[in-house]
Structure formats: structure tokens, C-alpha cells
């Protein structure tokens, strides 16, 4: 079973690797009328890099799924192919490409390193205060005057010398660890409902104190560091960790209840709320300044039609920031519908794929832990793509593995790694239980 699964990810990981190689073709033939003359160099790289991280997998982890790495590396082929197509153009960068380059050779090792040093997914939960207190110093390290930077309106920024990065990125992994471990250990005394509020029975209201203290967190972010992404994202990820864990719907329905009391403060009291909400609502309101990025979007999505202008045949670079937060929009306007709609595939079947290794774990934390992680790309998929095409208003967080970002690109493999160490655990587990089942039966009277 494990030969099957690993050959099945090879076959997925060339499979995707054609597609990548084509697309970049395609993008150069759209702009120059001429195959790249980095091609070889390319496809080198790319494929040198997969592979690397496909032996690792077969060496170190070699019952886990056949399904995540193939689309985490196709989804970040394509982000690649479309930050390398815009490059130059307009105000992106020309050495984005290059950039995005260095920062996926640095995930590989990443992701590499994370299935070495974590063997078993329960020698986090011996750290769980110390992984904790990290995730918090992580997230309000923007906040640290002199080390954090503001960019584009968001406080999420620290700077290292000539490197900027997104500590939010590695706090959400290191809070989904805590948050898994903690809940575990209290699930029972967070299951009890010993106390009366009109028909409904609820646990005593001091066990609500978590999900208070996740809900202030939240805000705190929101308001101090302006990012009303990352706060929808923490917050969401601890009330489906506890309804999950509890298996009570009452700490679900507080946890929206909380959220949309926050939602209408912000809203009411802080004018970058009310900016983001009337742009989402009417950006045409103001088509050339603060609903520029919204309307050029609209356009964009509407000018690829069903199957797209071709790649490098649109002209998706008039979107400010389009390598960042809308990626999406100049995927849906070179590659159509149908593009677009298998990048939704994709994120789909990753989503599914992390919820079914959840299911299939034995042990609580790596179940638990298997559900945080998955709703974190979850979340993050839909927050961007749905403030892409005004579904909800538009946030500034990261298209997971597509956007340029190399925080994003590096939490996102080790988040990678840690999904692959718990399928991996779970099938051994699975087939030590089998084994042992048979031994037993064939010795039965």
C-alpha cells in the first residue's frame, strides 16, 4: 500500500509538472511569441525540487496520502507561472520571479526538515505552553516598535535587514498546535452542560473564558495591527477546533454570536472597517481611487469569459498589488472559468484530503490537529478568493501557495509536512491494528 500510494504521488507530481511547464510556455508565447530560453533551466529547477521532496516523502513518511503534495506543488506551479507572466509589467517588481524562486527551493527544505525533526505528532503536545506562547509573541511582534513595519495599511510586518516578513504566517501554525493539545486535554470538562439558559443546556459559563479570550485576541489584531484577515482566520480556527472537539453546537453558536458582535463594533467604530465594508458593498462608488483594485478585478474576471484571454494574452497587471492579494482575479482573466474553477477544484480536494486524514487518525491530537490545519487553508482560500469576486469584503491575506510571499510559502509547507507526518502515522497505525486483529483471529478457538 505505501509503494502504491508513493508511485501515485510521482505519477500526480509529473502529471502536474506538464502542466506547470506548459503554462509557462504558453505565457512566454503569449508575451514574446517565443519559447523561453530559461526553459531547460526551469524545468530543471522545478522538477529537481519536486523530486527532492517526493524521495523524502517515499524515505520519511512513506504511508502517508498521494494526494497533497502533487496539489500543493501544482497550485504553487501556476502561482509561479502567472508572478513570472507579470513580472515588469506596470508596478510589479522584475525580480519577483527569482524571489518566489528562492523562497520555494527554502519551503522545500521546510518541508523536508519538518517530516526529520517531528517524528511523531505527539511529542508536540509535551510543548504545548511553550509552542503557544511563541504563536502569541508571533503575532503581536508587528506591534514592537522598530520591528515592525506597516505596508500597504496592515501592521503584519517585521523587518530583518533587507527581509520582510509575516510572523502571522508561523503563528497560526504554532496556535493550531496549542489550540489541538489544549482542547484535547479539557474537551470533557468542555463537553459537560450543567447549566440552564432559556431551552438551551450549556456548560457552566466559566469554560466559555477560551473562547472570550480567542475572541479579544482577535480583535486586538484587528484593530492594533489593522488585518482583518488574520483576526477572522484565529478566531474561526479556535471555534471549529472547539465545536470539533466538544461535538456541542452551543460553543458554535457563541463563537458566531461573538463574531458578529465584533463584526458590527469594528464595523461602527473604526473607519478602516467601514472603508473595506462600503468598497465590498458599491466599489463602483468610487471606481478610480478606493474601489479601484475591486472594480479592475470585476473587469478582469468578465474580459476571461469562459475559458480565458490566454496565458499572457490579458492584460491583469493594471490591478495594483495583483501578485499579492488578487492573483485569482489575473487567473480568471487569462484562464477563464475553467481555470479558475480548477484552482477552486484544487483547494477542494486539498480540503477533503486533510478532513479525511482527520477522520482516519487515532489519536486525538493529531485529529484535532488535522482539522486546524485544513481549516486554515480552507479559510484562507475562501477569505481571498470571496473578497476576489465580493462574496465578503476583501481582506489582505495570501492565496495559499499561489501569491507571491515567502512567509506564506514556508508556514504553508511546514503546515504541508505536519498534515503528511499525521496521514503517515495514521495508515502505520491503521495496519499494526489490522495485523494485530489477524494474529488474534487466527488464534481464536
Known amino acids: 500500500m505505501a509503494r502504491i500510494r508513493r508511485n501515485a504521488e510521482l505519477g500526480l ?37 519536486i523530486l527532492f521532496a517526493h524521495i523524502a516523502t517515499r524515505r520519511l513518511a512513506p504511508s502517508a496520502d498521494g494526494i497533497l503534495l502533487p496539489l500543493a506543488v501544482l497550485l504553487n506551479g501556476i502561482g509561479y507561472v502567472f508572478i513570472a507572466r507579470l513580472a515588469g509589467e506596470r508596478s ?54 522598530g520591528v515592525g513595519r506597516t505596508i500597504n495599511g496592515a501592521k503584519i510586518w517585521i523587518s530583518l535587514g533587507p527581509i520582510n516578513l509575516q510572523p502571522g504566517e508561523f503563528a497560526k501554525l504554532a496556535l493550531a ?29 466559566k469554560h466559555f473564558f477560551p473562547i472570550l479570550v480567542a475572541w479579544a485576541g482577535s480583535v486586538v489584531v ?19 477546533l472547539l465545536w470539533i472537539a466538544t461535538e456541542r453546537v452551543a460553543y458554535l453558536v457563541v463563537g458566531v454570536g ?18 473595506r465594508v462600503d468598497i465590498w458593498l458599491d466599489p463602483w462608488a468610487d471606481p478610480l481611487d478606493e474601489g479601484f483594485q475591486i472594480v479592475e478585478a470585476q473587469y478582469a474576471l468578465a474580459e476571461g469569459g469562459l475559458t480565458g484571454t490566454g496565458i499572457g494574452l490579458g492584460d491583469p497587471a493594471r490591478i495594483p498589488v495583483v501578485e499579492n492579494d488578487f492573483i485569482f482575479a489575473a ?10 474553477t480548477a484552482i477552486i477544484v484544487s483547494y477542494l ?24 490545519l485544513t481549516t486554515i487553508i480552507g479559510l484562507q482560500a475562501f477569505i481571498i478568493i470571496g473578497g476576489v469576486i465580493r462574496v465578503v469584503p476583501l481582506t489582505g491575506i495570501t492565496l495559499p501557495y499561489v501569491s507571491y510571499g515567502g512567509s506564506s510559502l514556508l508556514a504553508n509547507y511546514v503546515l504541508l509536512a505536519l498534515l503528511i507526518r499525521i496521514s503517515d502515522e495514521s495508515a502505520q497505525r491503521g495496519r499494526i491494528d489490522a495485523d494485530a486483529a489477524g494474529v488474534v483471529g487466527s488464534t481464536a478457538p
Open 222 to 240: 484587528m484593530v492594533s495591527e489593522r488585518d482583518l484577515g488574520s483576526s477572522l482566520l484565529y478566531f474561526a480556527l479556535f471555534v471549529v
Open 349 to 372: 480536494l486539498f480540503v477533503g484530503t486533510g478532513l479525511r486524514i482527520a477522520l482516519r487518525a487515532v489519536d486525538p491530537i493529531a485529529k484535532l490537529l488535522a482539522v486546524g
Open 92 to 145: 510589479v517588481p522584475s525580480d519577483l520571479p527569482g524571489l518566489q524562486a528562492t523562497w520555494f527551493a527554502l519551503g522545500m527544505a521546510a518541508y523536508v526538515g519538518t517530516l526529520l525533526v517531528i517524528r511523531r505528532i505527539r511529542v508536540l503536545d509535551q510543548y504545548r505552553y511553550t509552542v503557544g506562547l511563541i504563536g502569541l509573541a508571533l503575532l503581536f511582534l508587528p506591534l514592537v516598535p
Open 13 to 49: 507530481i509529473l502529471l502536474g509538472s506538464v502542466i506547470v511547464v506548459g503554462a509557462y510556455v504558453l505565457a512566454s508565447l503569449g508575451q514574446n511569441a517565443s519559447i523561453p530560453v530559461d526553459l531547460g533551466p526551469f524545468l530543471a529547477a522545478e522538477l529537481g525540487l
Open 258 to 275: 461573538l463574531f458578529a458582535v465584533g463584526a458590527f463594533a469594528a464595523w461602527r467604530f473604526f473607519d478602516h472597517v467601514q472603508q
Open 177 to 205: 498546535v496549542f489550540f489541538a493539545s489544549y482542547l484535547v486535554d479539557k474537551r470533557e470538562l468542555l463537553r459537560m452542560a450543567t447549566y440552564r439558559l432559556g431551552p438551551l443546556w450549556l456548560p457552566e459559563p
Open 331 to 340: 487567473i480568471g482573466e487569462e484562464m477563464g472559468l475553467l481555470g479558475s
